[in-house]
Nanobody, 123 residues
Framework: QVQLVESGGGLVQAGGSLRLSCAAS????????MGWFRQAPGKEREFVAA????????HYADSVKGRFTISRDDAKNTAYLQMNRLKPEDTAIYYC????????????????WGQGTQVTVSS
């Protein structure tokens, strides 16, 4: 069982930056791939980024490539999403997710989800 708690969301102006954190419970964090998804009002949940269990493989949605960076610190059982050059269309609730081993981009592949953190980007 893994419990995930996101933090770091908030209100930021376009062009600004935020760093989301995802603190995970459990002693097997290092065997889990970590992902970030987001959901805007009236839209489906969409993939943002993911990192494999060993940090070697990362995937990004085209819409965030070059602006967002996913990372992990296994010593702290924490995953991060550094978001730079934010745009109003990045406004959404951001969810942290976990699944064992390798990354995937479909929500149904992930076993554990956090409660979400709101990110609002003003123009």
């Amino acid at each position: 069982q893994v419990q995930l708690v996101e933090s770091g969301g908030g209100l930021v102006q376009a062009g600004g930056s935020l760093r989301l954190s995802c603190a995970a419970s459990g002693r097997t964090f290092s065997s889990y791939a970590m992902g970030w998804f987001r959901q805007a009002p009236g839209k489906e949940r969409e993939f943002v980024a993911a990192i494999s269990w060993n940090g070697v493989t990362t995937h990004y949605a085209d819409s965030v490539k070059g602006r967002f960076t996913i990372s992990r610190d296994d010593a702290k059982n924490t995953a991060y999403l550094q978001m730079n050059r934010l745009k109003p269309e990045d406004t959404a609730i951001y969810y942290c997710t976990a699944k064992q081993w390798m990354v995937q981009q479909t929500p149904s592949a992930y076993d554990y989800w956090g409660q979400g953190t709101q990110v609002t980007v003003s123009s």
